[in-house]
């Protein structure tokens, strides 16, 4: 096994796995092509019985006393573990959208709209109603905005924390479902 550092403290570059001859520690723990335990025995007759079929032995757990080696098709194996490789995990991200007491109809609704993506791409999001001014004295105005997009959002996203005033704001935070 060839291990490659990529300098000082830096985490393991590359594992080389072993196929075929290159497995020297006989005897090895067999799984066939097709799942099924073929036991513990030496790596001549898996060699043989992985060529009998047309597949190479691949050794998967070489920490493991007896190494473990499965039958397959190496270059099928390398090509899954170099796409998985290259998946990336979504992080989940806050997302904001801001609105005023006084927001028209169609502003709200293409705001809903970006908030519908967010949450379909598994994004948090924050409602925030913005008060200015003498708006500060119709909370209820806003408080009804809130209400209009919760709702409308209900379908994919649930609420992870209820509307609150927090200075001259009124937030809310939606979840993904």
């Not at 999001?125 to 119709?138: K, N, W």
């Amino acid at each position: 096994m060839s291990i490659s550092f990529a300098g000082k403290g830096k985490a393991i570059d590359q594992i080389k796995t072993r196929i075929n001859e290159q497995i020297r520690i006989s005897p090895v723990r067999v799984i066939a092509e097709d799942g099924a335990q073929l036991g513990i025995i030496s790596v001549d007759e898996a060699l043989r019985r992985a060529r009998d079929v047309g597949l190479d032995l691949v050794e998967v757990a070489p920490n493991e006393r007896p190494p473990v080696c499965r039958v397959m098709d190496f270059g099928k194996y390398k090509y899954e573990k170099k796409q998985k490789s290259h998946q990336t995990t979504h992080h989940t991200k806050l997302k904001e959208i801001r609105l005023r007491p006084k927001t028209g109809e169609h502003d709200l609704d293409f705001k809903v709209k970006q908030a519908r993506g967010f949450l379909l791409h598994k994004d948090k999001v924050q409602v925030s109603v913005v008060f200015r001014g003498r708006e500060l004295a119709h909370i209820e105005e806003g408080r009804k905005v809130m209400d209009k997009v919760v709702a409308d959002l209900a379908d994919v996203g649930k609420l992870e924390f209820p509307p609150s005033h927090q200075a001259k704001r009124l937030i809310c935070t939606l979840l993904p479902k």
